[in-house]
T-cell receptor, first 112, second 113 residues
Framework: AQSVSQHNHHVILSEAASLELGCNYS??????LFWYVQYPGQHLQLLLK??????LVKGIKGFEAEFIKSKFSFNLRKPSVQWSDTAEYFC??????????FGKGTKLSVIP | EAQVTQNPRYLITVTGKKLTVTCSQN?????MSWYRQDPGLGLRQIYY???????DKGDVPEGYKVSRKEKRNFPLILESPSPNQTSLYFC????????????FGPGTRLTVT
């Protein structure tokens, strides 16, 4: 079975700082990779996804992620964060047809 | 509007009193799933369904039941709730293989006393 590891539990940044959230997965076969965001009190929304092609994927709100197969990683990046990016971010891996495995999440707090 | 709906959104109940959380989607999705979210543990899958009358256990199925009699509905049943089932529950659906986006419901916050 696949597993997902998110390295940071809580990240605190000032506005305009650059962001990189780590995500590593363990699975030997083909995977589909996702980043979801959960704003306070809301449900999960898809930020971006990768399942084939260009390993650098761009999502909504200026986020991007890079799939590095050799490192089993799918790190999320944003060059300049805003206060409105304060949320919890979840990396997820889909392997096989139906199951999606989530990491434990990284809380991002952006200080104005 | 494409959406996943859950009811109730908030529920406080007592140990042992059977309850059902409903989930419905209007996107004609084949795949539906239930997750629970707990602080520090992320989202863990309880049960999933690949189509009508086809369900399977996720990572934390103990104490839960599901049914899929219609494509649009996927209720979560707690026959005898216990305090360790106090959590935030999300229903999700998607249409195809793993590359497709999962759509999440708004969540149900359950407290069992």
């Amino acid at each position: 079975a696949q597993s997902v590891s998110q390295h940071n539990h809580h990240v605190i940044l000032s506005e305009a700082a650059s962001l990189e959230l780590g995500c590593n997965y363990s699975y030997g076969g083909t995977v589909n990779l996702f980043w979801y965001v959960q704003y306070p009190g809301q449900h999960l929304q898809l930020l971006l996804k990768y399942f084939s092609g260009d390993p650098l994927v761009k999502g909504i709100k200026g986020f991007e992620a890079e799939f590095i197969k050799s490192k089993f990683s799918f790190n999320l990046r944003k060059p300049s964060v805003q206060w409105s990016d304060t949320a919890e971010y979840f990396c997820a891996v889909g392997a096989g047809s139906y199951q999606l495995t989530f990491g434990k999440g990284t809380k991002l707090s952006v200080i104005p | 509007e494409a959406q996943v709906t859950q009811n109730p959104r908030y529920l406080i109940t007592v140990t042992g009193k059977k309850l059902t959380v409903t989930c419905s989607q209007n996107m004609n999705h084949e795949y539906m799933s239930w997750y629970r979210q707990d602080p520090g543990l992320g989202l863990r899958q309880i049960y999933y369904s690949m189509n009508v009358e086809v369900t399977d256990k996720g990572d934390v199925p103990e104490g839960y039941k599901v049914s899929r009699k219609e494509k649009r509905n996927f209720p979560l049943i707690l026959e005898s709730p216990s305090p360790n089932q106090t959590s935030l529950y999300f229903c999700a659906s998607r249409g195809g293989e793993g590359g497709y986006e999962q759509y999440f419901g708004p969540g149900t916050r359950l407290t069992v006393t």
